[in-house]
């Protein structure tokens, strides 16, 4: 018990440390690109979590450790997803560079950027059409080979 409270008690301590240093440039703009991309990255999250256990596995973590892993990066949040990437931009990011980026966000064109890279936009279905046609046209396969999809 003693041990699971010390665990507690430092990641309390990262959590809070980590937040006091991300500006509120780096949430909103963690927030922007949850609110276009979130569903995608929980989507993806179930494959990538699938990955690594196996991964983990192949370097002789437990099968236990590797799926307990696993349900923990399935079960995060949107808001997790969001807190994590507002420490990355505040990291890798200047002030400068987030008030820049923020504003872009925000703008017009910004938002049409943004609004273009979600899952139901014209501009991504255009894009998946387009991807298939092209990895068709690299493998040699015909419409009447893959049923009409190319």
């Not at 995060?76 to 987030?98: C, F, G, I, K, N």
Request: include cysteine; aromatic fraction near 6%.
């Amino acid at each position: 018990m003693k041990k699971q409270m010390t665990a507690l008690v430092a990641a309390v301590t990262i959590h809070s440390a980590v937040a006091q240093s991300v500006s509120f440039e780096a949430y909103k703009i963690a927030d922007i690109s949850m609110a276009s991309n979130g569903q995608t990255l929980i989507m993806a999250m179930g494959m990538i979590a699938q990955k690594l256990e196996g991964d983990f596995v192949q370097k002789g973590v437990s099968a236990e450790v590797a799926q307990r892993f696993g349900r923990e990066l399935r079960g995060m949040t949107p808001t997790d997803y969001a807190r994590t990437y507002a420490a990355l931009v505040s990291e890798h990011y200047s002030a400068d560079e987030q008030r820049a980026l923020l504003n872009f966000l925000e703008s017009d064109l910004g938002k049409k950027y943004i609004n273009s890279s979600k899952p139901d936009s014209p501009m991504t279905k255009a894009f998946g059409q387009t991807l298939t046609r092209e990895v068709c046209k690299r493998a040699n396969l015909t419409n009447r080979e893959i049923q009409g999809v190319c």
